[in-house]
């Protein structure tokens, strides 16, 4: 089993800066693809960034050049810089985590999800 455990949300004004923290623990062999996304209120779950194993990252248009998806592989740890926000990024934010299992296969993995709130 694989645990994930968020952290960092909370409530900014426009202009304003978050960083989010996703730890993960568990019985693994290696933690592939992490990512975040975001679901607003009455909208479905969007993929905000991702980032391999190899550390290539992969954003979406509307975060491209104010979000920072970055990983620490030695403490199972994604993180998401957040500057320049906007209150159109008010949306809890989740952590996915792909890991391949100790039965060699890969699975994901969903954080508990934490409230981002910017304001005008």
């Known amino acids: 089993q694989v645990q994930l455990v968020e952290s960092g949300g909370g409530l900014a004004q426009a202009g304003g800066s978050l960083r989010l923290s996703c730890a993960a623990s568990g019985s693994f062999l290696r933690i592939n693809t992490m990512g975040w996304y975001r679901q607003a209120p009455g909208k479905q779950r969007e993929l905000v960034a991702t980032?391999?194993?190899?550390?290539?990252?992969h954003y979406t248009d509307s975060v491209k050049g104010r979000f920072t998806i970055s990983r620490d592989n030695a403490k199972n740890t994604v993180y998401l810089q957040m500057n320049s926000l906007k209150p159109e990024d008010t949306a809890i934010y989740y952590c996915n985590i792909v890991v391949l299992t100790t039965t060699f296969l890969e699975y994901g993995y969903w954080g508990q999800g934490t409230q981002i709130t910017v304001s005008s």
């Open positions: 980032i391999t194993s190899g550390g290539s990252t």
